[in-house]
Nanobody, 124 residues
Framework: QLQLVEYGGGLVQPGGSLRLSCAAP????????ISWFRQAPGKVRTKVACFDIAGESRVYTDSGRFTVSRRNANHTTWLQMNTLTPEDTAVYYC???????????????????WGKGTQVTVSS
């Protein structure tokens, strides 16, 4: 069974940057769209960014601080987060969609596989 693993979470000061990565050890993800979600305490989980099998990316936040990319060699998917604020504090998850596309919806419905998440804390 495909298992996704997120790497790169941690504590960062406001204004700082983090790069998260998502991989599936032993599997290739070339046939999956990979999405990043986040869930802050007491809030619903929402989509942050997505990278589809055609090489197209989509960011769902309303700022240009986040970018998503993928390395073709092993299909690791990265989420680069810049100028972080305390409001970005959340557990960040990656998820794989066998449909291979990034839908307009920010809902977490329709994902086929999930990682366990990695905590990102933005605090001074």
């Amino acid at each position: 069974q495909l298992q996704l693993v997120e790497y790169g979470g941690g504590l960062v000061q406001p204004g700082g940057s983090l790069r998260l990565s998502c991989a599936a050890p032993g599997f290739t993800l070339n046939m999956y769209a990979i999405s990043w979600f986040r869930q802050a305490p007491g809030k619903v989980r929402t989509k942050v960014a997505c990278f589809d099998i055609a090489g197209e990316s989509r960011v769902y936040t309303d700022s240009g601080r986040f970018t998503v990319s993928r390395r073709n060699a092993n299909h690791t998917t990265w989420l680069q987060m810049n100028t972080l604020t305390p409001e970005d504090t959340a557990v960040y998850y990656c998820a794989a969609d066998a449909d291979g596309v990034c839908t307009p919806s920010e809902s977490d419905d329709g994902m086929d596989f999930w990682g366990k998440g990695t905590q990102v804390t933005v605090s001074s």
